[in-house]
């Protein structure tokens, strides 16, 4: 009889761990694919699977309060409308089923008075868990089955495969050829090293593009004889044509080198030895420091002095408590801080009504509603106004340390502190009431029996610090102002006063490149119009601006007129050192020129105008101008 084996079942650890690694590469929409990695599991199955348990995306934690009402709030809108009701809180469709049963459950037990805390809905032995997708995975056993081992190791194999069929049958097809031509050659070479050699090959059938050039037409012969002529052809380099070179770098030999880079690396830190704790770059332990306290305030002298004390005291009330008199019983307490263990312990208050139970119970009465043709009254409900945001009730523990147990007691000898919140302190000044350590009521608070003695009090004190001030010198209002010998004289006409401030250095930095920028204007201003408005210069001045020998000799005119070309050379000498020529920047005879500029400067040193000698120059250009426009009628 075949084996029958039926898909399902309790997951195990192995399967899970399939299912993670297969999703990893198939994704989530190839679930027949996958489940063929899982012999004991259907597609559906592997999808419920990943979907209820396995994705990251699941929240598995206790559920909280707020999430149980909103869940009863939603079952109440929306019945068994799970897949809506899942992603408003958080949790698979799954656990809100699962949690809502349970929450019911719980409530009907309540209501039969049974015990709510065992699980109703837990399998018992030999019962077959219906909905085994939401179950934690079964540990795998130390011996597994046949099956399970050849079911991991196709998966292992399956899942290794990262390059598909195509690629291991082109890599196949390479590796055979390789090795056929290694073959061949091996074979040519014993031969030849035999003496036998191999008849030549024959022809390739067609054109071998190797060593001819299909439809290749020679050109005709010039007029000129060109076999002497040595030609050179130019080479074409072939292997940037390459699919290895086209394609670039593969991923397979990018992985490679990086592989081959992390084993050098492990290589040389097991060689260098380091600690672990570096290779991980964990911070270094911190050092503790030294416990350093404050010096005690009390010696031990005193603290035996106190010691002593309490004994005396305690001696004495227990020869006291001896007697039978009463009397002297009320004039020795105790004065231990002995403070009831009702005040020590604190017990946090238990909540008044449990919301989420009572919200169950109205949930399991609405579900059990009969026929409204009977008649009678609705169902009753407990705490209408439950919805679907939670009121957060905050339970508080009371601290004890904020209670006063002994101060502030009334006539009565009671607390005035009974809660948490402390009465504002009524005492006035003038008496230093013991509370703590007042427990015969030795200083009462109404001591004073009205406000007659406190208003004689504060009157008194008044008095006294009247007489006190009478007592007093009288002021003398004479003042005598004396000027600090180092104090800064301010100039005469400087209204500001002298600022103690720190400048900022952008400020400092900013009046600088001011300063700089009007020194160059004003430097500029008496340059030549030629570098004012950058108009092109010569690179190389001439100097020879008249024939040396001429007959006539030169009218007054024209001697002016050769002063003024003298200044103008000597202008173009200043401006060739002073801004150098634009035009030449990269030119050897540069240092040439820049030593005749300066020799020519030496022998006719240029001087520099005023602003006043510029101003009268401009004038009687302008003067001159005009009178040339009237007499060559210009204007």
Same mark, same amino acid.
């Given at each position: 009889?075949?084996?029958?084996?039926?898909?399902?079942?309790?997951?195990?650890?192995?399967?899970?761990?399939?299912?993670?690694?297969?999703?990893? +590469?198939?994704?989530?929409?190839?679930?027949?694919?996958?489940?063929?990695?899982?012999?004991?599991?259907?597609?559906?199955?592997?999808?419920?699977?990943?979907?209820?348990?396995?994705?990251?995306?699941?929240?598995?934690?206790?559920?909280?309060?707020?999430?149980?009402?909103?869940?009863?709030?939603?079952?109440?809108?929306?019945?068994?409308?799970?897949?809506?009701?899942?992603?408003?809180?958080?949790?698979?469709?799954?656990?809100?089923?699962?949690?809502?049963?349970?929450?019911?459950?719980?409530?009907?037990? +309540?209501?039969?008075?049974?015990?709510?805390?065992?699980?109703?809905?837990?399998?018992?032995?030999?019962?077959?868990?219906?909905?085994?997708?939401?179950?934690?995975?079964?540990?795998?056993?130390?011996?597994?089955?046949?099956?399970?081992?050849? #079911?991991?190791?196709?998966?292992?194999?399956?899942?290794?495969?990262?390059?598909?069929?195509?690629?291991?049958?082109?890599?196949?097809?390479?590796?055979?050829?390789?090795?056929?031509?290694?073959?061949?050659?091996? +074979?040519?070479?014993?031969?030849?090293?035999?003496?036998?050699?191999?008849?030549?090959?024959?022809?390739?059938?067609?054109?071998?593009?190797?060593?001819?050039?299909?439809?290749?037409?020679?050109?005709?012969?010039?007029?000129?004889?060109?076999?002497?002529?040595?030609?050179?052809?130019?080479?074409?380099?072939?292997?940037?044509?390459?699919?290895?070179?086209?394609?670039?770098?593969?991923?397979?030999?990018?992985?490679?080198?990086?592989?081959?880079?992390?084993?050098?690396?492990?290589?040389?830190?097991?060689?260098?030895?380091?600690?672990?704790?570096?290779?991980?770059?964990?911070?270094?332990?911190?050092?503790?420091?030294?416990?350093?306290?404050?010096?005690?305030?009390?010696?031990?002298?005193?603290?035996?002095?106190?010691?002593?004390?309490?004994?005396?005291?305690?001696?004495?009330?227990?020869?006291?408590?001896?007697?039978?008199?009463?009397?002297?019983?009320?004039?020795?307490?105790?004065?231990?801080?002995?403070?009831?263990?009702?005040?020590?312990?604190?017990?946090?208050?238990?909540?008044?009504?449990?919301?989420?139970?009572?919200?169950?119970?109205?949930?399991?009465?609405?579900?059990?509603?009969?026929?409204?043709?009977?008649?009678?009254?609705?169902?009753?409900?407990?705490?209408?106004?439950?919805?679907?945001?939670?009121?957060?009730?905050?339970?508080?523990?009371?601290?004890?340390?904020?209670?006063?147990?002994?101060?502030?007691?009334?006539?009565?000898?009671?607390?005035?502190?009974?809660?948490?919140?402390?009465? +504002?302190?009524?005492?006035?000044?003038?008496?230093?009431?013991?509370?703590?350590?007042?427990?015969?009521?030795?200083?009462?608070? %109404?001591? #004073?029996?009205? %406000?007659?003695?406190?208003?004689?009090?504060?009157?008194?004190?008044?008095?006294?610090?009247?007489?006190?001030?009478?007592?007093?010198?009288?002021?003398?209002?004479?003042?005598?102002?004396?000027?600090?010998?180092?104090?800064?004289?301010?100039?005469?006409?400087?209204?500001?006063?002298?600022?103690?401030?720190?400048?900022?250095?952008?400020?400092?930095?900013?009046?600088?490149?001011?300063?700089?920028?009007?020194?160059?204007?004003?430097?500029?201003?008496?340059?030549?119009?030629?570098?004012?408005?950058?108009?092109?210069?010569?690179? %190389?001045?001439?100097?020879?601006?008249?024939?040396?020998?001429? %007959?006539?000799?030169?009218?007054?005119?024209?001697?002016?007129?050769?002063?003024?070309?003298?200044?103008?050379?000597?202008?173009?000498?200043?401006?060739?050192?002073?801004?150098?020529?634009?035009?030449?920047?990269?030119?050897?005879?540069?240092?040439?020129?820049?030593?005749?500029?300066?020799?020519?400067?030496?022998?006719?040193?240029?001087?520099?105008?005023?602003?006043?000698?510029?101003?009268?120059?401009?004038?009687?250009?302008?003067?001159?101008?005009?009178?040339?426009?009237?007499?060559?009628?210009?204007?």
């Amino acid at each position: 009889m075949p084996r029958i084996m039926i898909k399902g079942g309790v997951w195990r650890n192995t399967e899970d761990e399939i299912l993670k690694a297969a999703v990893m +590469k198939y994704g989530k929409n190839q679930w027949s694919r996958i489940a063929s990695l899982l012999h004991r599991k259907s597609a559906k199955q592997c999808k419920a699977r990943w979907f209820e348990w396995l994705d990251p995306s699941i929240k598995k934690t206790e559920w909280s309060r707020e999430e149980d009402e909103k869940l009863l709030h939603l079952a109440k809108l929306m019945p068994t409308q799970w897949r809506t009701i899942a992603p408003i809180i958080g949790r698979t469709a799954a656990q809100c089923l699962e949690r809502y049963e349970y929450l019911l459950d719980q409530a009907q037990k +309540k209501e039969e008075g049974e015990d709510g805390a065992d699980d109703p809905r837990k399998l018992k032995p030999g019962e077959i868990d219906p909905n085994p997708e939401t179950k934690p995975a079964r540990p795998d056993p130390k011996d597994m089955d046949e099956d399970e081992l050849e #079911m991991l190791s196709e998966a292992r194999a399956r899942l290794a495969n990262t390059q598909g069929k195509k690629a291991k049958r082109k890599a196949r097809e390479k590796q055979l050829e390789e090795a056929r031509r290694l073959a061949a050659l091996q +074979k040519r070479r014993e031969l030849r090293a035999a003496g036998i050699e191999l008849a030549a090959r024959s022809k390739r059938k067609g054109i071998d593009y190797n060593m001819e050039i299909p439809f290749e037409k020679k050109p005709a012969s010039g007029f000129y004889d060109t076999s002497n002529e040595a030609i050179d052809p130019h080479q074409p380099n072939f292997n940037r044509l390459r699919q290895q070179t086209l394609d670039g770098e593969l991923r397979s030999e990018k992985e490679e080198r990086e592989r081959r880079k992390d084993k050098n690396k492990i290589k040389q830190r097991k060689e260098n030895d380091m600690p672990l704790a570096m290779l991980q770059n964990q911070e270094p332990a911190k050092k503790r420091s030294k416990l350093v306290l404050p010096s005690p305030q009390i010696s031990d002298q005193e603290l035996q002095q106190v010691v002593k004390l309490g004994r005396a005291s305690y001696a004495a009330r227990e020869a006291v408590s001896e007697g039978a008199d009463s009397a002297a019983d009320t004039l020795l307490n105790d004065y231990a801080l002995a403070t009831p263990n009702a005040a020590n312990v604190a017990r946090t208050p238990a909540p008044a009504t449990d919301r989420i139970l009572q919200e169950a119970q109205n949930m399991m009465a609405l579900s059990h509603v009969d026929t409204p043709l009977k008649g009678g009254l609705n169902t009753p409900l407990y705490n209408p106004d439950f919805n679907f945001h939670p009121q957060n009730d905050q339970i508080t523990t009371p601290n004890t340390v904020l209670t006063t147990p002994f101060s502030n007691r009334g006539p009565d000898g009671t607390g005035r502190t009974p809660g948490f919140l402390t009465p +504002k302190d009524t005492r006035t000044g003038g008496a230093t009431p013991t509370p703590i350590r007042d427990k015969l009521n030795i200083n009462p608070e %109404d001591i #004073m029996g009205g %406000d007659t003695p406190i208003s004689t009090y504060q009157s008194q004190v008044k008095e006294q610090l009247r007489s006190g001030l009478r007592g007093l010198p009288q002021p003398k209002n004479d003042y005598e102002i004396v000027v600090p010998e180092n104090e800064m004289v301010v100039q005469e006409g400087d209204q500001s006063t002298p600022n103690q401030s720190v400048e900022d250095q952008s400020d400092v930095d900013a009046r600088q490149l001011a300063e700089l920028a009007a020194l160059r204007e004003k430097e500029l201003r008496s340059r030549s119009q030629v570098i004012q408005r950058g108009l092109p210069r010569p690179g %190389d001045v001439n100097i020879i601006l008249r024939p040396p020998n001429s %007959d006539p000799p030169l009218t007054d005119l024209q001697k002016a007129e050769e002063l003024i070309k003298q200044e103008m050379i000597t202008m173009l000498h200043y401006d060739a050192v002073q801004n150098g020529d634009p035009y030449m920047p990269n030119r050897k005879s540069n240092i040439n020129l820049h030593a005749q500029h300066l020799a020519y400067l030496e022998e006719r040193p240029y001087e520099n105008p005023s602003e006043d000698e510029l101003e009268k120059a401009k004038k009687m250009l302008k003067n001159e101008m005009e009178v040339v426009k009237q007499g060559m009628n210009h204007g």
